[in-house]
Structures are given as C-alpha cells and as structure tokens.
C-alpha cells in the first residue's frame, strides 16, 4: 500500500486493475448512452446514391454555359423525381426535372437549381447564370464510402453515433454491458432527507449525488446504503456488495480519525489495498483498493471534497470499467482569470469554467471552494490543478485545466 501518493499514480494504481465489463447485444433504440463494443466499417456509401440537396430542377450543367439575364438558356420540364422515387434518365438534350431534397439524380444530370433562383412555367425552365458539374448536389459516398471505418471500438454511442448505424441498415449494436456500481456512505451523523433532523445531525446528500453521477456515466447504480461509524458493520456491507458490484464509491470514514473506519474495514474484508491519501487538496483523503473482483473507491465525507476526487481519480476509472476509450481527462494550459492567494503544499483543485474574450481562453475560479461545498460545482466545465506553493498566484499564471 503507498501512503500519500501522487493523482497520476492513484489514478494509474487503479485503472491498472480495472478491465472493462462484458459484452452484450442491444437493440439500436436502446444503445443510446452505451459504449461500442467493436470497431465498425461502413457496409455501404453514404449516400447511397447521388441526390438533390435542394428542392428545385435536376438538368445538365454543360447546357447552362453563357447563360445570362438577357439571354437565358431554357430547359423543357420533362417530370418530377420525388424523395424515393426511382430516377430515370434525363430523355433528351435540353430537358431537366422538378427535383426533391433527397431524391436520387437522374441519370444523364449532373447539378441542381434551387427554385429560389430560377423561373419557370408549367413546362419550361429559364436559367440565367452558368451552372458547375455537382453543384446542389451531395454524391455516393461524399460522406462515408462503403469499407471506410464508420465507429471505433469504446465509442460513448451519442445520437449521432446512433444515425450512423441506422444509416448502414443496423438495427442492433455490441456494446458492453452497462457497469453494476453501488454507494455506501458510511458516517454515524447522517440522516436520509425527509426524517426529521435531530441536533448534531446532518441530511446525507453524497448518496445522491454519487448515485446520478454513476448514472450520468451510464452505470447500474442499483444499491445505495448508509452505515453508522463501526467497523464491523463497514466490513459486512463491503463484503456484501462486493458480490455482484463491479464498482463500489465509499464517502466518509477515510480520514485518520479515531471514527474512520474505511481501512480498517477493507483489510477486515480481505481487501488490496491500492494507495491510501492522495497529495491533493481537495480530496485527499481517497483510498483505492480491490475487494475480489470489485473496486473500492473511498472519498471523504465532505461533499465537496468528495466530488473534486470523484472528477480527478474516479472518473477515468468508471469510463474505463464501462469499455469507453476516451477515459482518460482531456487537458489544456490556460492563464487564471484572477489571483489566487491561498498558498498549498500539495496540488490544488479549483473547480470553476472557461471563459473566452477575444482568442483568449481562461480558466475562472468559481466561489465555495470548501472541503463541504458543492456550489461550486454548479455550472462546472472545469478544474484546474494549482501547483503546490508558497507564494500566492498573480492573476494570468498558466495552470493545467482537466475538462471532465
């Protein structure tokens, strides 16, 4: 077990233990939220077929050549090419057709006119400036050709993800099944909301928040519990959601004090225990460790706490355990937007957004930045990791950004 550890390396300590789930079929109304289980290649052109990208007449561009206001090259309207219809050849020189969005090009056409830009009459077209091969139209494959890769493998499947396989005929998706994850919030002093509030007593809001968090990132957050500050009692509910849970996030009892419970329940259960504290404020106490097949992820008590570790240590890991290959946080450099004056020994974790004047970025600090806060998480975009110091930090000092 390291004590104290650096986040790169709790982080890395456990996504070197997590392995994503299995794998499962789901029907392609239901894959929305899932994660791509396999890489996929296109099994046809997209679009299948050359077709109009306006309302308007499908003729031959070569036809239009010097064409003008005052002398108009004229068309004869030989039919109508509807959205699902089958396009026939153009019959003839000088001919064209009333075209719909999305209807296959006749043969023999080569561009579209809108309406808005042309008159015409029940049967003749006028057209008074030069036309180009392929204008208004969108041709076989222009956006994807038939074997080009289409989705890759750890794919988080968003609507459009789901667009693409509908379009290549898919009806169904191999996706990993969705991670089993339980909530154990351990601490004598919490109440559930709705009962009464007794004096000393405080309402547990990390069940909540940590149970939506799970959901947001497409977990099973079946088992939401609370146990008062005993050892004994700890260690039997770990054991017991260990079994079945892939995934358990603990809040309170991480700390060194005379009712924190965590470490000592977890090598009552028999636990590896993975690190132990984290050089991180705040956050720092977190504990990972590997119960059987289970992770652990302890965060303290302190709900803002608990969130900044949630972000910084938990997150990569859950995306991990639920197949996705963009686990790991993407990153920019960006100046503060104000001065910071509280000085650190350990890395600090500001939570806030990003704000851009000009073609500038920035990183803004938000206010309720406490161990017990959760304000500041409100409207969140980002976190930015301060370097350890002992002076205060001028406004425009460039800090690592984590976008979550």
Same mark, same amino acid.
């Given at each position: 077990?390291?004590?104290?550890?650096?986040?790169?390396?709790?982080?890395?300590?456990?996504?070197?233990?997590?392995?994503?789930? &299995?794998?499962?079929?789901?029907?392609? +109304?239901?894959?929305?939220?899932?994660?791509?289980?396999?890489?996929?290649?296109? %099994?046809? $052109?997209?679009?299948?077929?050359?077709?109009?990208?306006?309302?308007?007449?499908?003729?031959?561009?070569?036809?239009?050549?010097?064409?003008? $206001?005052?002398?108009?090259?004229?068309?004869?309207i030989a039919g109508t090419v509807a959205a699902g219809d089958f396009s026939t050849a153009l019959p003839e020189e000088g001919c064209c057709v009333r075209i719909m969005t999305g209807a296959p090009l006749p043969e023999g056409a080569d561009c579209v006119i809108?309406?808005?830009?042309?008159?015409?009459?029940?049967?003749?077209?006028?057209?008074?400036?030069?036309?180009?091969?392929?204008?208004?139209?969108?041709?076989?494959?222009?956006?994807?050709?038939?074997?080009?890769?289409?989705?890759?493998?750890?794919?988080?499947? @968003?609507?459009?993800?789901?667009?693409?396989?509908?379009?290549? &005929?898919?009806?169904?998706?191999?996706?990993?099944? %969705?991670?089993?994850?339980?909530?154990?919030?351990?601490?004598?002093?919490?109440?559930?909301p709705g009962l009464p509030l007794s004096p000393g007593k405080i309402y547990d809001s990390n069940l909540f928040v940590f149970r939506a968090l799970l959901e947001q990132e497409g977990c099973i957050a079946a088992h939401c519990g609370q146990v008062a500050d005993?050892?004994?009692?700890?260690?039997?509910?770990?054991?017991?959601?260990?079994?079945?849970? $892939?995934?358990?996030?603990?809040?309170?009892?991480?700390?060194?004090?005379?009712?924190?419970?965590?470490?000592?329940?977890?090598?009552?259960?028999?636990?590896?225990? /993975?690190?132990?504290?984290?050089?991180?404020?705040?956050?720092?106490?977190?504990?990972?460790?590997?119960?059987?097949?289970?992770?652990?992820?302890?965060?303290?008590?302190?709900?803002?706490?608990?969130? @900044?570790?949630?972000?910084?240590?938990?997150?990569?890991?859950?995306?991990?355990?639920?197949?996705?290959?963009?686990?790991?946080?993407?990153?920019?450099?960006?100046?503060?937007?104000?001065?910071?004056? %509280? @000085?650190?020994?350990?890395?600090?974790?500001?939570?806030?957004?990003?704000?851009?004047?000009?073609?500038?970025?920035?990183?803004?600090?938000?206010?309720?930045?406490?161990?017990?806060?959760?304000?500041? +998480? /409100?409207?969140?975009?980002?976190?930015?990791?301060?370097?350890?110091?002992?002076?205060? #930090?001028?406004?425009?000092? #460039?800090?690592?950004?984590?976008?979550?």
């Amino acid at each position: 077990m390291i004590n104290n550890i650096a986040i790169a390396d709790a982080v890395s300590a456990l996504l070197s233990c997590t392995t994503p789930v &299995g794998v499962e079929e789901a029907a392609l +109304f239901e894959a929305g939220g899932r994660v791509l289980a396999e890489d996929l290649t296109a %099994k046809a $052109d997209l679009p299948p077929f050359h077709r109009s990208a306006y309302d308007g007449f499908a003729l031959r561009s070569a036809g239009t050549a010097g064409a003008s $206001d005052a002398s108009p090259a004229v068309f004869r309207i030989a039919g109508t090419v509807a959205a699902g219809d089958f396009s026939t050849a153009l019959p003839e020189e000088g001919c064209c057709v009333r075209i719909m969005t999305g209807a296959p090009l006749p043969e023999g056409a080569d561009c579209v006119i809108n309406f808005e830009r042309v008159t015409w009459t029940e049967s003749t077209l006028f057209v008074t400036a030069p036309l180009c091969a392929g204008q208004n139209v969108d041709r076989r494959g222009d956006e994807i050709c038939a074997g080009a890769p289409l989705l890759e493998k750890g794919s988080f499947l @968003t609507p459009p993800h789901l667009g693409l396989l509908a379009s290549q &005929g898919a009806d169904r998706a191999a996706v990993y099944r %969705k991670p089993r994850a339980a909530v154990l919030s351990t601490g004598s002093e919490l109440v559930q909301p709705g009962l009464p509030l007794s004096p000393g007593k405080i309402y547990d809001s990390n069940l909540f928040v940590f149970r939506a968090l799970l959901e947001q990132e497409g977990c099973i957050a079946a088992h939401c519990g609370q146990v008062a500050d005993d050892a004994d009692s700890i260690c039997s509910a770990l054991r017991e959601l260990a079994c079945g849970n $892939d995934l358990i996030i603990t809040t309170g009892g991480a700390s060194v004090g005379d009712k924190d419970y965590i470490l000592t329940a977890l090598e009552q259960a028999g636990a590896q225990i /993975l690190f132990y504290h984290v050089r991180m404020k705040p956050g720092s106490c977190c504990l990972g460790a590997k119960l059987g097949e289970c992770l652990v992820i302890s965060l303290s008590g302190n709900p803002g706490a608990a969130m @900044t570790a949630w972000y910084l240590i938990a997150l990569p890991v859950v995306r991990k355990l639920s197949g996705r290959n963009d686990y790991v946080l993407r990153e920019r450099k960006l100046p503060l937007a104000r001065s910071f004056h %509280k @000085t650190c020994p350990h890395p600090r974790i500001l939570k806030g957004h990003i704000e851009t004047q000009g073609s500038e970025a920035r990183f803004v600090a938000h206010e309720g930045q406490k161990n017990n806060m959760l304000s500041s +998480f /409100l409207n969140m975009n980002a976190l930015a990791e301060l370097p350890p110091t002992d002076t205060p #930090l001028p406004a425009g000092t #460039l800090v690592r950004v984590l976008l979550p």
